[in-house]
């Protein structure tokens, strides 16, 4: 089992900052990926961010490459997600995610992640 701890969310205005941390504990030795999605009201939860736990090879959905930058800490077993530039279409609850199971480079499909946190709003105001 692994648990997931999402912090860092908040009220921010747009072209402002945050950065989203999850703490993953239990069997992290294990982890092959974490990744973070989100969902917004009345959306389906989309792919944001991935990174190989072993490696470090990342990957960003369009919308947020460029202003969105995913990183681990092995130390902390931590995950983090630093977001710039934000838009008010960025508002979501986002969510960190862990996969312990090897599924090569489909970082962006949801259900190849075992464990989810409880997520962490983000509401960027105009």
């Known amino acids: 089992q692994v648990q997931l701890v999402e912090s860092g969310g908040g009220l921010v205005q747009a072209g402002g900052s945050l950065r989203l941390s999850c703490v993953a504990s239990?069997?992290?030795?294990?982890?092959?990926?974490m990744g973070w999605f989100r969902q917004a009201p009345g959306k389906e939860r989309e792919f944001v961010a991935a990174?190989?736990?072993?490696?470090?090879?990342?990957d960003y959905a369009d919308s947020v490459k460029g202003r969105f930058t995913i990183s681990r800490d092995y130390a902390k077993n931590t995950v983090y997600l630093q977001m710039n530039s934000l838009k008010p279409e960025d508002t979501a609850v986002y969510y960190c995610?862990?996969?312990?199971?090897?599924?090569?480079?489909?970082?962006?499909?949801?259900?190849?992640?075992?464990?989810w946190g409880q997520g962490t709003q983000v509401t960027v105001s105009s």
């Open positions: 995610a862990a996969a312990v199971r090897s599924f090569g480079d489909s970082y962006r499909y949801d259900g190849n992640y075992e464990y």
């Open positions: 239990g069997r992290t030795y294990s982890t092959y990926a």
């Open positions: 990174i190989k736990w072993n490696g470090g090879s990342t």
